[in-house]
């Protein structure tokens, strides 16, 4: 049977994470930690940061999905990782890992095994680059930029699918959804400016984890947080340059649009295919 998925599908999504108010755990680094925060906020769901050995476990227990992201790694909360993906999966949580400058340095490779060994990811979202070290192609990461376009990681995010039986977000110019189920939705929203704002791709990942939290199917899920945030984006660039001023002005926008798009003017803006792969 064919992949079938509607705005109106992703809109209902989006109402209900603002209905919901999912507890969103994240692990995340240290640069995006105030934006991954408000992000949550704007769209509607809770944000909690905690990473103390101590409590990961107990934090996970009262969360509804926990989002871990390694870019800025050091051994505590690498640990820290381990134990919040353990206490997830035992709870069946869904989990969402951003492979963070994946490819950059031994390190991080090492850091990611670990991590997927500890158990498997409901959704893994990284650039193209990204995707392709995660999954062990051979491919140079400068720092947290792409080297590789959204589109060539298609083959390594259909390994990462294999490998772990969840969904795989390839974020670029078009971002690529892939799941076990041989779903494919490609998303063409979004303003290039968003790359100039530090933190709006990890941003993109926590998004995803609140989507998961009231959404079991993580493909469409995260076709809607995706979808969310690329025509949030483009609002707000529009926005901006309409007032001559620049990407500091647009991210307060961006959380704006997050906040208050409404479902008329989401599923006019929405570039969305969706086939099989």
């Known amino acids: 049977m064919a992949a079938t998925l509607s705005s109106s599908d992703l809109w209902a999504d989006i109402a209900a994470v603002r209905e919901r108010s999912p507890l969103v755990h994240s692990i995340t680094n240290l640069v995006v930690i105030n934006l991954n925060a408000n992000t949550l906020l704007a769209a509607g769901a809770s944000p909690v940061m905690a990473h103390a050995h101590e409590e990961v476990a107990d934090m996970v227990a009262i969360a509804q999905a926990l989002v871990v992201n390694i870019g800025t790694l050091d051994p505590y909360w690498v640990r820290s990782m381990e134990l919040a993906l353990q206490a997830a999966a035992a709870r069946g949580l869904p989990t969402v890992l951003d492979p963070v ?159 208050l798009i409404d479902q008329a003017t989401f599923e006019r803006r929405l570039r969305l295919e969706v086939a099989s792969w």
Do not use: K
């Not at 390994?159 to 799941?179: E, I, P």
């Not at 993109?204 to 609140?210: K, P, Y």
């Open 101 to 259: 400058g994946a490819g950059a340095t031994p390190y991080r490779n090492q850091t990611l095994e670990r991590l997927l060994d500890a158990a498997a990811p409901t959704v893994i979202r990284g650039n193209g680059s990204e995707i392709m070290s995660t999954a062990g192609a051979a491919i140079r990461t400068r720092g947290v930029d792409s080297s590789a376009a959204a589109g060539d990681a298609l083959g390594a995010a259909q390994a990462l699918v294999q490998r772990t039986g969840g969904a795989v977000c390839v974020s670029g110019a078009t971002d690529h959804v892939l799941d076990a189920q041989r779903r494919w939705s490609r998303l063409a929203n979004g303003h290039a400016w968003m790359t100039r704002i530090t933190g709006v791709g990890c941003s993109a990942t926590a998004l995803v984890g609140a989507f998961c939290a009231v959404q079991p199917d993580a493909w469409r899920a995260t076709t809607a947080a995706m979808a969310l945030l690329g025509v949030a984006g483009e609002i707000a660039a529009e926005q901006t340059r309409a007032a001559g001023q620049g990407v500091g002005s647009m991210q307060a926008r961006l959380l704006d649009a997050l906040q």
